[in-house]
């Protein structure tokens, strides 16, 4: 709901009607286009993410909830997301209220997809990372993508004036939260050592998840946040992601367990609150052989033969397909991009692989006809 995010979906939509697609906004903000076929029954093959389907909020960065939009058509958004808030206080609802969009609980639940009306979900994304760049390939069909949890650790100690309170008599939640997010790092570098004294060794693949689990504090904050001043409280975000849930999980439960230990020595509090969680997701294999195989038609059109097998990647970064999952099956293909490097102004694409992909998307379709 910034202006620049609305700007860029009335410039999209523009270019949905010069198209032919009927357009709307829902009550969430989601941007759809649709081309009726000659039956108007049919089932619908959905492509979104970020723009097709345009859906409202798939980063969930302004209010630390992922997946708003998509999650609300595939019926998984609650309704207490409605009130999730962000940094200034303004909740979910509220922005969509500032921009003349009424969400009610009633009418929140009316955006869902109903299953028989849906074939299938399409997603084509950068892939934001280097494996494409490193085996010369511009596009890349997509297996799976890593579930992810989001937490938000709060610590409180006492405050206390930076030169008169005496090392031993501090409760200084900064220097906790420095242990933790340490603990975080040498926990997500070595999973098989950190689970391998517990029954959770039994039940999941420790190699699966060493070689998939990445953890990450982006976010930290203190208060009052002054150079002279010992905080009383320092709030962080942890952003924790593997490929296999139950690992995922059992990382998670004993990570948590040795916070809380690491603040009672400390004599501080520690709250762990989360606030987001998606389960793992494997693309429909269907969807994947279709895809692979437009995949090497466009490249064929555009170079001609094509000798490199074309790469199956695993993904990292989250999706809507991840919240769509949950109404149809769902493919995905990754475009190359300049060092994996994205939500930067360094993000980078080469048209022509804009343009492959495009192609295999249209080619793609031809084959459902």
């Known amino acids: 709901m910034s202006p620049a995010s609305l700007s860029a979906g009335n410039l999209i939509r523009g270019w949905m009607e010069d198209a032919g697609l009927r357009t709307w906004v829902d009550h ?8 009726e076929g000659m039956n108007a029954s049919a089932e619908a093959l959905l492509i979104g993410s970020h723009l097709v389907i345009a859906f409202s909020d798939e980063e969930g960065v302004r209010f630390h909830s992922t997946f708003l ?5 595939a019926g998984v958004l609650p309704v207490t997301a409605l009130q999730i808030s962000d940094k200034s206080g303004v909740t979910v609802q509220d922005a969509l209220k500032e921009n003349s969009l009424e969400i009610t609980e009633e009418n929140l639940l009316q955006l869902k997809y109903e299953p028989g009306s849906v074939w299938g979900y399409v997603e084509v994304h950068i892939e934001q990372g280097p494996v494409l760049e490193w085996l010369g390939f511009p596009l890349g069909v997509v297996k799976g993508i890593a579930g992810q949890t989001r937490l938000k650790v709060t610590v ?3 405050q206390g004036n930076a030169g008169t309170v005496p090392m031993s008599m501090r409760q200084d939640p900064m220097a906790a939260a420095a242990e933790l997010i340490v603990l975080l790092e040498s926990v997500c570098k070595n999973p098989k050592d950190f689970l391998s004294y517990d029954g959770h060794s039994n039940e999941i693949s420790l190699e699966s998840l060493s070689n998939s689990l990445v953890c990450t504090v982006g976010e930290i904050s203190t208060w009052p946040s002054a150079s002279n001043v010992i905080p009383s409280q320092v709030t962080f975000t942890v952003d924790l992601r593997a490929i296999d849930d139950m690992g995922r999980e059992a990382v998670i439960y004993e990570l948590s367990n040795q916070m809380y230990k690491i603040c009672e020595r400390r004599f501080v509090s520690c709250i762990i609150d989360r606030k987001h969680d998606a389960n793992a997701v494997v693309c429909d294999s269907e969807l994947s052989s279709q895809l692979k195989f437009a995949l090497y038609s466009a490249l064929r059109k555009m170079a001609g033969d094509i000798q490199h097998k074309t790469p199956a990647l695993m993904s990292g970064a989250g999706h809507d397909a991840m919240a769509v999952s949950h109404l149809t099956k769902v493919g995905m293909l990754f475009v190359w991009c300049r060092g994996g490097v994205s939500h930067s102004p360094a993000e980078h694409v080469l048209d022509e692989d804009v343009w492959a992909a495009g192609l295999a998307i249209l ?5 459902q006809l």
């Open 363 to 367: 080619l793609f379709l031809e084959t």
């Open 69 to 73: 939009g998509s999650a609300a058509l």
């Open 156 to 158: 409180r100690g006492s």
């Open 28 to 35: 969430l903000g989601n941007l759809h286009g649709r081309v």
